[in-house]
């Protein structure tokens, strides 16, 4: 039950996923757009705080984006090779 409460928490945190309208293609002041996911057809959007660029735990899933796409995003935007589930863990676990 608390791992289905912290899921939750973080979607609302995050933003979940967005698309549709152009007010909603840009990312909220203070906050950074990013795709999650390992399939390429089913990537997420999130929104994630600036913040979170100085924490260790989201660095090293920047790294791994850079690993795997260097600078060339296929999604336009910063993307992140790793399953949803993962990166709702990490960002639960800087959130405190």
Do not use: W
């Not at 039950?1 to 996923?17: P, T």
């Not at 999604?75 to 090779?81: F, K, N, Q, V, Y």
Request: hydrophobic fraction near 40%; charged fraction near 20%.
């Amino acid at each position: 039950m608390a791992l289905v409460r912290s899921f939750l928490a973080a979607k609302k945190i995050l933003g979940g996923s967005v698309a549709g309208t152009r007010k909603e293609t840009s990312a909220p002041k203070g906050f950074l757009a990013v795709y999650v996911g390992e399939n390429q057809k089913k990537k997420q959007r999130y929104f994630v705080p600036v913040s979170y660029l100085n924490q260790p735990l989201f660095q090293t899933l920047l790294s791994k984006a850079e690993e795997e796409f260097g600078f060339h995003h296929p999604m336009g935007g910063l993307t992140i090779p790793c399953p949803e589930d993962t990166f709702i863990s990490i960002t639960t676990r800087i959130q405190g």
